[in-house]
Structure formats: structure tokens, C-alpha cells
Nanobody, 126 residues
Framework: QVQLVESGGGLVQAGGSLRLSCAAS????????MGWFRQAPGKEREFVAQ????????YYADSVKGRFTISRDNAKNTVYLQMNSLKPEDTAVYYC???????????????????WGQGTQVTVSS
């Protein structure tokens, strides 16, 4: 089992940047595919990005491709989401997630992930 704690959210103006972090407990962090999702008020949870066990492969939602970058540091048990050129429509609670899968494949379905953090609020003002 793994516990996830997000940080780094906040209020930023449109065009600005934020970097989210997600710290994981446990010794098996590198055995998880990690993902970021977001949920805006009144909307369903939406896939943002996904990264493979060692970070060699990534997958992004079209809405963030070219603006967001997911990365991980297995020595620090941490996954990051660098968000640039933020837009008001990026406003949401951002969730970190972990998946115990053993084969790679782009997965944008939240129910495929096994563990979740509590979320961190990102607000982008226009």
C-alpha cells in the first residue's frame, strides 16, 4: 500500500506557472505507474498526465500537452507536475494517483488507479 500527499497548489494568474509535488510513502514507489488527475466543480475527474515506473515514458491529455510536464524522482519517492502557461480552465483540485500495473499503456481512466492523494487546489485567475 502507498500513501500519497500532494502539495504546491495555489492561486496564480493566467500565463503563470506552478509545480505540484506528490510525496509517496513506502519502499516500493518505483513499482507504481503514477498519474495526475484534476476535478473542477461540477465536473468529472479528468486525466492530466501519466508516467512510467522509471520515468522513461509519459502520456498527456491533449488539453495540457506542451504546457504541463510530469516527472518523478524515485530516490525521493516523489512525482511532480510542472504546469506552465496556465489558463483559467486549468482551475481544479489536482490529485496524485498510483497504479500497481505491470505493463505500460496510456490510461486516462481514473478507476484504473489504485491509490489517491487528498488533492491540492489550483486556481488560475484571468
Amino acid at each position: 500500500q502507498v500513501q500519497l500527499v500532494e502539495s504546491g497548489g495555489g492561486l496564480v494568474q493566467a500565463g503563470g506557472s506552478l509545480r505540484l509535488s506528490c510525496a509517496a510513502s513506502g519502499r516500493t514507489f518505483s513499482s507504481y505507474v503514477m498519474g495526475w488527475f484534476r476535478q473542477a466543480p461540477g465536473k468529472e475527474r479528468e486525466f492530466v498526465a501519466q508516467i512510467s515506473w522509471r520515468g522513461s515514458r509519459t502520456y498527456y491529455a491533449d488539453s495540457v500537452k506542451g504546457r504541463f510536464t510530469i516527472s518523478r524522482d524515485n530516490a525521493k519517492n516523489t512525482v511532480y507536475l510542472q504546469m506552465n502557461s496556465l489558463k483559467p480552465e486549468d482551475t481544479a483540485v489536482y490529485y496524485c494517483s498510483a497504479d500497481q500495473r505491470t505493463t505500460w499503456g496510456p490510461t486516462d481512466s481514473w478507476f484504473e488507479y489504485d491509490y489517491w492523494g487528498q488533492g491540492t487546489q489550483v486556481t488560475v485567475s484571468s
